[in-house]
């Protein structure tokens, strides 16, 4: 009697590879933290989680560095989905750094730089010494360069030429007092990966990543909507456009994009015809110069 061949599929691979980098966080560090933004890839890493510590709870918490230019769906995501799962929230407050002194805000009001300084702040406060990011290799060519266990020295910085050996999945956990280790499960994921795996666990996402009427102003070819953080410059005109969000991050530096994509099937046929990455076509921070990403990396950002 002849068996059938054993086969994984690539999305089982995928996430046997992510749980088993989450095990073996918990298994070498003492005060592992997972970054949650609400966005798509930090909801997919909280299910992740989730399945790899089943059924016991999620032995860390969760922190989110808030800028305080927040969209309300996300905000309201965030805070139900953390007491579903019944995990600590840490809120590291942009706001509240600006009061003390910590930050200055920039005079364009975006706010995505100085998230570091706060992001730093807080591992320092807690004593993180190991932080779960959703960044994936196929978004943008700085993350593409980083390993899954990415070391930070003492200052939080990253240096792109002196990154640790990953060969055969062996990851180096080993660090000094203050420094600490980003570790990226979802670095050999795509775009694509993360939605397929969406449809397959029937993932809730908030509204925003699916097409609806919003109002919004074309920017340079990008598409921004008008709210408090993003005030109608001088001889701008406002229209309504049907779009969805490819990315979550600051309302002030986010774009939309055009879509009718309003289910998840839409969604996974639009992201399979698309030649731009969430990143290019949605932040407006990835704007500010060729090597924007790396040089936040670089200072201590995600």
Wanted: negative net charge.
């Amino acid at each position: 009697m002849s068996r059938a061949p054993y086969r994984v599929s690539h999305l089982d691979a995928l996430e046997a590879e992510s749980l088993f980098i989450m095990r073996e966080v918990v298994a070498e560090f003492e005060r592992p933290v997972l970054l949650f933004s609400g966005g798509k890839d930090s909801i997919v890493m909280l299910r992740l989680a989730e399945k790899a510590f089943a059924p016991g709870r999620i032995p860390f918490p969760v922190m989110h560095v808030d800028t305080g230019h927040n969209f309300p769906e996300v905000l309201a995501y965030r805070d139900r989905r953390v007491s579903e799962l019944n995990v600590q929230l840490i809120v590291a407050s942009v706001q509240e750094a600006i009061d003390s002194g910590l930050v200055r805000e920039s005079g364009d009001g975006m706010r995505n730089r100085i998230q570091t300084p706060v992001l730093l702040d807080a591992v320092e406060k807690y004593r993180f010494d190991a932080l779960f990011g959703g960044a994936r290799r196929d978004e943008e060519k700085a993350r593409a360069k980083e390993r899954v266990f990415s070391f930070r020295d003492d200052f939080g910085q990253w240096d792109p030429r002196n990154q640790r050996p990953e060969l055969w999945a062996l990851y180096n956990a080993r660090i000094a007092p203050g420094e600490s280790i980003r570790v990226f499960p979802l670095s050999n994921w795509t775009e694509l990966d993360v939605w397929h795996y969406i449809a397959r666990e029937g993932i809730d996402l908030p509204d925003i990543y699916y097409a609806h009427d919003r109002e919004v102003v074309d920017r340079n070819g990008m598409l921004y909507a008008i709210n408090e953080y993003l005030p109608l410059k001088s001889g701008e005109q406002p229209f309504v456009e049907r779009v969805r969000y490819r990315t979550v991050g600051d309302a002030s530096c986010t774009a939309a994009v055009r879509s009718d994509a309003d289910t998840i099937d839409k969604v996974i046929d639009e992201v399979a015809a698309t030649r731009i990455t969430e990143r290019g076509a949605t932040r407006g921070d990835d704007k500010v110069s060729e090597a924007a990403m790396e040089d936040r990396k670089r200072e201590g950002y995600f």
